[in-house]
Each structure stands twice: as structure tokens, then as C-alpha cells.
T-cell receptor
Framework: RKEVEQDPGPFNVPEGATVAFNCTYS??????FFWYRQDCRKEPKLLMS???SGNEDGRFTAQLNRASQYISLLIRDSKLSDSATYLC????????????FGTGTRLLVSP | EAQVTQNPRYLITVTGKKLTVTCSQN?????MSWYRQDPGLGLRQIYY???????DKGDVPEGYKVSRKEKRNFPLILESPSPNQTSLYFC?????????????FGPGTRLTVL
């Protein structure tokens, strides 16, 4: 099993739709989780951090399911500007020394 | 403005010609790291540094060297580049490298080795 797995997509949704994608991880010791957003081969930028059961920031909600070892990202009322690749990041609970990135899920929001 | 800068942004070179990609951050971060990103493989860590003169290998260090003589700079050196090092490279930094830190990425360097 890969350390961090994501569905590569693309997820094609119309504007205004709600979309969710998951990220599964194998290291049960991990305590913190991150979603980064990456636009077309530009640098990743932090979208959300998840340290307990979940986190919400406007239209974005991240949830953690420790029992099943996955985190999810829910985007409500999708905007065209949400089109990007969303990277799941799972530190191994020993600091950032061996930070593990998922390969990303691509989202395309259409008019 | 707080930022991580990389130079050059684009580079085309030939096999065997030594090159250095510079990385600099102005946030007084202790932790710095280099990643390469390839289609279908995501970001993979090459080397990281927890502080000045402290560096360690990441997951794909072969063919690369780094140094951390100053806190703000973390250059990536390819002594003898090969075509399989053609990739998109990102430098990143964080305050002290803990799990709760946010990593800040540079704009990337697109390297092509012919």
C-alpha cells in the first residue's frame, strides 16, 4: 500500500456543485494532515490543516477519519477559480523530515 | 514580502554539465527542503536541512548535493546532470520543521537535461 494515495481524477464539476475527494494514508502514527492546492505546475500552497477530527474554512471542509485512515476535502459551491490540483500531505509524526505527498487530485470546474 | 525564491526558473542544459539551483528564504526559517515533481509520482523529497550545516537525505538523493552554510540559502547542486533529472524542482522552507508547520514553497525551477 502506498503511504499516501489519492484518486488522480480529474473531477469535472459545474460551477456551484459540491465535490469531495479522499486521501488514504498508511502511517497510523501520523497526527497532522494537510491539503495543499497547486495550480498548473506552480508551487503548492497550503489550503487547510487538519489536526483533530476536522477543519472548516468558508466553502472548504476537511475531515479526518482515523479508524479508516483517510482524510477528505469537501468543496461547496464550486467556483471556476477552484480548478486546480489538490495535494494531500501526511507528515510521519517525526517532523517534516520525510514529508509524504500524495500525487494529487485534479479538479476542473466548468461554467 | 515573506517569500522563497529560486533561480533559475527555467534551465536547459546538457548531460554532465554541472549546475546549481539556488534557493533563498527571507523568513528566518530553520528548515529547508528540496523536492522534485514528476508526472504520476507527485512531489518527492531530495534533501532537507534542519539548520545551518545540518543536512540529510530525503527519498531520492542520488545525483544531488546540497549545502547549508547560511540560514537563508540552500542551493541544490547537480554535479553531473543526466536526462532522468529532467523535472520540476521546488525548494520549501518552514519555521522549524515540526509536523504543525506550514511549508512555504518557492516558484519552482523547470530543468531539462538533454
Amino acid at each position: 500500500r502506498k503511504e499516501v494515495e489519492q484518486d488522480p481524477g480529474p473531477f469535472n464539476v459545474p460551477e456551484g456543485a459540491t465535490v469531495a475527494f479522499n486521501c488514504t494514508y498508511s502511517n497510523s502514527a501520523s497526527q497532522s494532515f494537510f491539503w495543499y492546492r497547486q495550480d498548473c505546475r506552480k508551487e503548492p500552497k497550503l489550503l487547510m490543516s487538519v489536526y483533530s477530527s476536522g477543519n472548516e474554512d468558508g466553502r472548504f471542509t476537511a475531515q479526518l477519519n482515523r479508524a479508516s485512515q483517510y482524510i477528505s476535502l469537501l468543496i461547496r459551491d464550486s467556483k471556476l477559480s477552484d480548478s486546480a490540483t489538490y495535494l494531500c500531505v501526511v507528515p510521519p509524526n517525526t517532523g517534516f523530515q520525510k514529508l509524504v505527498f500524495g500525487t494529487g487530485t485534479r479538479l476542473l470546474v466548468s461554467p | 514580502e515573506a517569500q522563497v525564491t529560486q533561480n533559475p526558473r527555467y534551465l536547459i542544459t546538457v548531460t554532465g554539465k554541472k549546475l546549481t539551483v539556488t534557493c533563498s528564504q527571507n523568513m528566518n526559517h530553520e528548515y529547508m527542503s528540496w523536492y522534485r515533481q514528476d508526472p504520476g509520482l507527485g512531489l518527492r523529497q531530495i534533501y532537507y536541512s534542519m539548520n545551518v550545516e545540518v543536512t540529510d537525505k530525503g527519498d531520492v538523493p542520488e545525483g544531488y548535493k546540497v549545502s547549508r552554510k547560511e540560514k537563508r540559502n540552500f542551493p541544490l547542486i547537480l554535479e553531473s546532470p543526466s536526462p532522468n533529472q529532467t523535472s520540476l524542482y521546488f525548494c520549501a522552507s518552514s519555521f522549524n520543521g515540526l509536523d504543525t508547520d506550514t511549508q512555504y514553497f518557492g516558484p519552482g525551477t523547470r530543468l531539462t537535461v538533454l
